[in-house]
Every structure is written in C-alpha cells, then in structure tokens.
C-alpha cells in the first residue's frame, strides 16, 4: 500500500506566511520578497512529506489566501470591477479577497463563507453574465515545477468542476448550464497541461460530494466528468471527496472513468457500506481517508487495520489516505514545549499524522500486522485509561431537568419589562464586542507570557485599555457599551485556558481565512469552571460609565466547535459541560451589576451537519438546548445576547428563535441582506441586529451606505427590533478605520432614527 495526502497546511509552522502577507499589505516588503519566503515554505513543506515516506504528496494545495478563490482566477472567473482596477495579478487577487480603497477605486471584497463544516473560510468566486471561462492561470504549473525543481514529483490539487460551480454564486442572468461547455474545457486544458509536463495523477477535490444531492446534481457531475475525462490522456485522474459519504453519487462516480476515488472513512459514516454493497470498481485504486485530517488525537491502528483488511476484501488496490486536507490541524506537536508527554503521547498534529500514514503502510506490509511493534506501541497506548475524568461533572449533567433548559418568564414578557428598565432609543448602537488588537495590546500579551512584566503590569494595562476603549465609545456615541476583550487572544482559546479540563497549546495555529489562524484548545476531559473568568473586567468597565456595558461570554456550541473535541464521549455531552461552566458565569456577571450579557454563539451555524437528515439528530437537538442552559437562570431584567458570524441560517431559523436570546446580532452586510425577509415571513420574535458592514475588510463605510441598509432592514423588520452595529468583532482591524467607521454608523443610525 501507498500513502497519500490531500494537503497540507500553508501558513508555517511559525505562521511566516501570514507574516509575511501582512507586511506586503502594509508595504513593508516587495512583491519578490513574498514569493521568495512562499517558494520556501512550500519546498519545506513537500520535503517534510517526502522525509515521511509520502508517496503521493500534493502540490497547488497552497495559496496565499484560498484555494476556491485560486481556482476562480485559474478559471478566468474574475469581475469586471477588479479587473478595472488595473492592479497587477497579485494585488488583483488580494482586491478580491479582500476588496480595495485607494488610488485605483473603491470595490468590496468577494463574499466569504465557511467551508463546509469547518472553520476554514472560502472566497466565494462570482460568476457574471460578462465571465469567460477558460483556462487563465498559471499557479498550479508553476506549483508542479517548483516540486519537480528540487525532485519532487506531486500530484496537482486542484478544486473540481462540481464543487467549484456549486459554490460560485451566479450574479446576472447565467446559470450553471450556460458554462458547462467552458468549464469542461477549461478542465480539458488542465489535464493536458499536467499530461505534457509528465504529472501522474492530478486531484480534484469535490467536497460538495457528499452533501445532499438532486438528481440535477448527479447529472450536472456526470456530464462535467464524461466531458472532462472524454479525452484524458497520460495523467491519472483522483476523484477526492471528503468530510463524508457520497451516498447520493457512488454508483455514478463509479461508473465514470476517474483512475481514483478518494472516500472519507472518518466523517463517512456509510463509506464502508456503500462498497460492502455496491463493490468497488477493480481497475480504480481506492484512496482511503483513514487517519483523521480534522481532529488532533492519534490513530487508532487497531480499528484502523481491521477497517483496511476488511477492505481489501472489496478493493485491489488502496492507497493510505488523510481523511482531508491536514490544513484543518496545526504542524506539529515539535513546536509545543509546554506540552506534558503523558498529554502529547495522544495527539497527532499534521506532521506526525504523516508518520502514520508510514507505520500503518508499513503494519500492513508485514505477514502478521499485529505483532508489529508499532502496532503494539498504539494498542497498548489505547488500552490505558486518560486520566481525564470529573466524578461530580459528570453527575451535575446526569442531574439536569427538562426545566433547567428553560428561561422564566417568556420572551414576549420579558422583553416589555427590558423596554422599560433600559430605555434605549430605537435602533440602539453598539458593537459586538472586541476592539482593535493594536500592538500594544498584543505586546502587553507577549511581555508578560514570556515573562518579562508582572500579572499585575499586564493587567493594570488592560485596565487603562479598557478606560480608554469606554471613553472612545462614549465620544463616538454608542448606545450599547462593551469593553473591548483586550484580555483575550481569541474567543475560544480564551475560555479554553481558563476552565478546567481544557488543554492549550503555544504554536498550534489553524487557518481560518486568509492571514487569519486561530489556536483552538483541545478537550482533554471532563470541563469545569473553577473561578470566574471575566467578571473582573465587565465590571470595571461597568464602574467607568453610566451606559450599559455588556458582559461578553462565549456559548458552549462555539467553545466546542472550535476546540479540538474529544471522541470518547459524545459532542452532547461535552456541550452540556460546557454549558454548565458559562452558566456559572453568566449568574456571577449578573451577580456583579451586569445587567446585558452577550453570549456568542459565532459557530453555530458552522457544525450544522451537512445533510439535512442529521441536522436535528445529530446537532440541533443538543446545541439549542445547551444554549438555553447557559442563559436560563437569569433574571427577567437582565437582556441576553447572542451573535453569530453569519447569516446563514434561514433553513433553521425556528432553531435560531428558539435559542430564546432577548438579541441576536450577525453578519448580513455581504450577504445582501437577504436574511431580513426571510425573518419577517418567519414571524422571528428575537431583537435583531443584522450587521451593517463587513469588518472583514478594512474599507470604511459611509453614511449613506450605512442608512440604505438601515431602511433596507426597516422594510421587514419593526423599528422597535433592529438593532445597529457591525457584522462581527473589530479586533482584526486597525483605530485608523475603526473609529471613522463607527462615527459613520453611529451618525446613520441617528439620522435614520429622526425619521422614524
Ligand atoms: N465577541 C467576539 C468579538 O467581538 C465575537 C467574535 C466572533 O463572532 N467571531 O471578537
Ligand atoms: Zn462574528
């Protein structure tokens, strides 16, 4: 057996290229200096794979921002407003990413969405009635040849056909049909590019296999690949699917010519079946997604082994695969020296998920697998109890009540006594919650990590920040006051070092979109809160101001979304502890004269199972309810707050409602706002706050944008339930756009409130 890897991360071990991106965003090193560190990265990057006995490795699997937006410019499937900008191909791609105000014009970025369910981000490609498809780009040639430069041969990665058009969003007139033809022969050209340079098996990867299928769908996939494959040449073409079954599809996929198919046995949860079932194709070679791409916990050989005899009844040829890209976990575990070995011996970050792949191939190629050493060395790893355990957290879930996930008295009662008690003006201003991680925040962090300022330096710091962050808003004129999360380095990761339970790393960052990573914790056990964690904060912002600050928690469903989840209990159970912890902390805040709490909920719509079928069973039946649990044993004065990151979530708006928040903010402004009537038609009850611009890019809105979308939103919902404020946080942003921005919200909102 071979091995193989879809991806693997881009951004460095030590995040040099995000550095590095950032610094050729403010102009600090030229274009040259950027693809020089990149040319590095990458050949370090396929020379650690080759040193781990990979044998297929990838290439094109880096980007300087994202694959699907690589894959738009591939295709030639750019907007006319960013070519009329008349950047160079680099900084026209960066204006894409993340829209452009200078010189040259004024345009938005492209719309950003989560990728499937993780909390990796994709630019959504924008296909007009003007866009010529075709073949236009060079990356994943040059990627191919950099390879081949220092004696590497890699398989291209490439996004699919299918994928990539049931992604795009279609703006004019044109739809997927209209297309077809130029995609295929933009894929055509591809194939006959990489067979001229001597590739020997190209990837494409088709993620959107495994969501629910029509049978449009199924024909829109087999009239892309006969016509694909019609002429294929020398190159061996790998269907890879990924993040689970391609239930919908399988016979079909079989019946297409692809050399390859890529199944995931670890999110699949009927890939095995759909083989014991249907069989398995002789002349293809399978590639088994069998070692975990997205969670940090070793393999477990021995049901790994059991799985790949089982199938070798069905299949001829297997290659060992990841189960995804590893771009969804950090490096390495080298980089963690604060790590115990009694921890680090159950993890496996990307790099020792290569290694793996090299023991399971080398298990298997022995007569008797196991009594192999390393097969001994696991078992023996996963006979032994972790040591992870909370008897009284245990019990205190066993112990809950239907009642406990309830809040008294009701939303409509509630929401009366709150008109009164806070007596804001309509359409209230605020923010939702960070403000901008300016150097100085982030250095106070550094020093006293490393030691150099005292707890009690750090935190006077953060206390003057925190001063200094309520006066601005004051001058600004918001309604709604938050105190700025100086303390946090990220929302989760946060929480993550302050309970009990948790394990947290130095280096482990994960991409989450363009230059942005994030270090999410992993779930070692049993979580518990052991003090209070913010309380201190809020309330001395609280004591700075006669406005209301709110309290700014994160909920369970986004805690364990984004930590690494433990896979010996369930993820229901981890919520409910979760959820037990926060409770304690949203009854201390409001014990401590907090009087609005905002509890965020920025991930939630991000684990939604991506079929249908699961989203109740499997999701929604647990993390709705953990939500109520955190909030319930508030006080009927005391207003909730919820935010998530994106407004995707029509589908399950009832759930949405139910989470029986007083508020809900979220982004909307680059979905045009599509989501505000589906709120009216749903009769939603929950305040809402749909965000007015994008804090993803750093363009300052203007006034009158701000009002058109204000009277935009006023059209479906009450006045006396929209809110103001931007679509997310503002730690990822700069004073120097910040504050222009927040005035100009601020002076909307108020002109468009005179009117009413
Ligand atoms: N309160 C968080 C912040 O403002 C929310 C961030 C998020 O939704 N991603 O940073
Ligand atoms: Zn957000």
Redesign the pocket.
Known sequence: MKTSVIGYPRVGGLRELKFATEKYFKNAISQEELQDLSLNLKRTHWQIQKENGIDYISSNDFSFYDNMLDTAVLLNAVPNRYKELGLDSLDKYFAMARGYQGEKGDVKALAMKKWFNTNYHYMVPEIDDDAEISLSGQKPFDEFRQAQEIGIKTKPAIIGAFTFLKLARFTGEKTIADVVADVVRAYQDILSRFADMGAEWIQFDEPALVMDLSSDDVQLLSDLYNGILADKGSTKVLLQTYFGDIRDCYNDVMNLPFDGVGLDFVEGKKTLNLIKVSGFPTEKTLFAGVVNGKNIWRNNYSKTIDLLIELSEFCQDIVLNTSCSLLHVPYSLKNENNLSDKHKMHLAFAQEKLTELTELKSILSQSDPKSSPEYKENADLFSKARDCENKDVQDAVLALKQDDFVRHPSFEEREKIQKAEFNLPLLPTT????FPQTADVKANRSDYKKGNITFDQYTAFNKKKIAECIALQEEIGLDVLVHG?FERND?VEYFGENLDGYLFTEKAWVQSYGTRCVKPPIVWGDVSRTKPMTVEHSAYAQSTTSKFVKG?LTGPVTILNWSFPREDISLKESALQIALAIRCEVLDLEANGIKII?I?E?ALREKLPLRKSDWHSEYLDWAIPAFRLVHSGVNAKTQIHT?M?YSEFADIIKDIDNMDADVITFEAARSDLSIVKTLRESGFKTQVGPGVYDIHSPRIPSVTEIKDALIKMLENIPKEKLWVNPD????TRGNEETIPSLKNLVAAAKDVRESL
């Open positions: 923010t939702i919650g960070s999360e929302m700014m905002q965020d920025a935010h990151c997310c946080g503002l730690k």
